[in-house]
Nanobody, 120 residues
Framework: QVHLVESGGGLVQAGGSLRLSCAASGSIDSILTMGWYRQAPGKQRVLVAAITSVDSTNYADSVKGRFTISRDNAKTTVYLQMNSLKPEDTAVYYC??????????????WGQGTQVTVSS
C-alpha cells in the first residue's frame, strides 16, 4: 500500500509560480514511477509530468520548459515546480504512484488532489 498526500496548490496570477509537493508513505520502495496529473473541469485527467525510480523524467508538451518534476534524496517526496503559469494550467492536480503488481501490470495510487487556479 502507498499513501500520497499533496500540498502546495492555490491561487496565483498568470506568469507566477507555485510548487506542489507529494509526500509518499507505506511501501515506497516498491514505487516504479511517480507523477503529477491534472484534471480541468469537464475534461479528462491527463499526465503533466512523471519521474521514474532511476530519475528519468517526461513532460506533457504543454508544460515543457515551464514545469519541473523532482524528488528528494530519500525518494519519499516528489515536487512539481510550476513557473510561468497560464490560466489554462488551472485544474485539480493529482499525485500518482505506480507499483508493479506482477511483470505485466501496475497498480496506481492517487492522492486526494490539490486545486491550482491561475487568474488572468
Amino acid at each position: 500500500q502507498v499513501h500520497l498526500v499533496e500540498s502546495g496548490g492555490g491561487l496565483v496570477q498568470a506568469g507566477g509560480s507555485l510548487r506542489l509537493s507529494c509526500a509518499a508513505s507505506g511501501s515506497i520502495d516498491s514505487i516504479l514511477t511517480m507523477g503529477w496529473y491534472r484534471q480541468a473541469p469537464g475534461k479528462q485527467r491527463v499526465l503533466v509530468a512523471a519521474i521514474t525510480s532511476v530519475d528519468s523524467t517526461n513532460y506533457a508538451d504543454s508544460v515543457k520548459g515551464r514545469f519541473t518534476i523532482s524528488r528528494d534524496n530519500a525518494k519519499t517526496t516528489v515536487y512539481l515546480q510550476m513557473n510561468s503559469l497560464k490560466p489554462e494550467d488551472t485544474a485539480v492536480y493529482y499525485c500518482n504512484a505506480d507499483v508493479p503488481v506482477n511483470r505485466y501490470s501496475l497498480r496506481s495510487y492517487w492522492g486526494q488532489g490539490t486545486q491550482v487556479t491561475v487568474s488572468s
